[in-house]
């Protein structure tokens, strides 16, 4: 079998199966030598911190792209989309607060000390989400601020409306690259999780595996 019908078989293969395999193949590396799973537990980090990476950039690059490609007389196409994603994500945390409450489960995670300093009321807020609001994008990108991600978003895509079609036509190409750099990314979940299970099965025994179960049932 060459090399190229093995990389088309790895990232074209069906995902959901591949992260099976991943998290069986975690599993038993854990079991046959705890060492090298400790070690594989860089495929993890690495896996997500591609995730935390590319996120931001895509957020930012979708939303101007698709303000930008609307003509003043054409149809409103982002609206919908504003309000599937409003509606998902709103549906999601009332399951996930509904299930957490129904199904309680407690997981073993690795955290730094670290001083946790909430807000005491709703001026503090609303006073941090107007600063993230005007975040400089940079540091908005950087630091993952969704919020000032997408009022810079807009702002770009509605500024982008008065551009030569070549200008829009490269905003959008740019916008198809970094999607496609996200389904790379995705591709390589099977491997993440692989390193993830593998490295937290050897950190904490399988004990931690049990909590893992729990919630992926409750997902199902």
Avoid: C
Avoid at 71 to 97: E, N, W
Avoid at 172 to 182: G, K, P, Q, R, Y
Wanted: net charge positive; proline share 4%.
């Amino acid at each position: 079998m060459s090399n190229r019908s093995i990389t088309e078989k790895f990232f074209g293969g069906n995902l959901i199966l591949r992260i099976a395999i991943g998290i069986a193949a975690g599993i038993l590396l854990a079991l046959a030598s705890p060492a090298a799973a400790k070690s594989a537990m860089l495929f993890g980090t690495l896996f997500v911190q591609a995730l935390k990476a590319v996120a931001p950039v895509l957020v930012l690059v979708l939303v101007a792209a698709a303000l930008a490609k609307k003509h003043k007389d054409g149809h409103a196409t982002l609206r919908p989309i504003v309000v599937l994603y409003l509606a998902g994500t709103l549906s999601a945390a009332f399951v996930a607060v509904v299930m957490s409450m129904i199904f309680p489960t407690t997981l073993v995670l690795t955290v730094t000390d670290a001083v946790l300093d909430p807000p005491q009321g709703i001026g503090q807020v609303l006073n941090n989400l107007l600063f993230k609001l005007v975040d400089n994008p940079v540091s908005a990108v950087m630091n993952g601020n969704f919020i000032g991600i997408l009022v810079w978003g807009v702002a770009l895509g509605l500024g982008m409306r008065q551009a030569s079609d070549a200008s829009r036509e490269m905003l959008a190409d740019l916008s198809h690259a970094i999607t496609n750099i996200v389904r790379v990314v995705i591709r390589l979940a099977p491997l993440g999780i692989f390193g993830l299970v593998a490295g937290n099965l050897a950190a904490f025994g399988f004990s931690a595996l049990a909590g893992y179960v729990r919630i992926l049932s409750v997902l199902l």
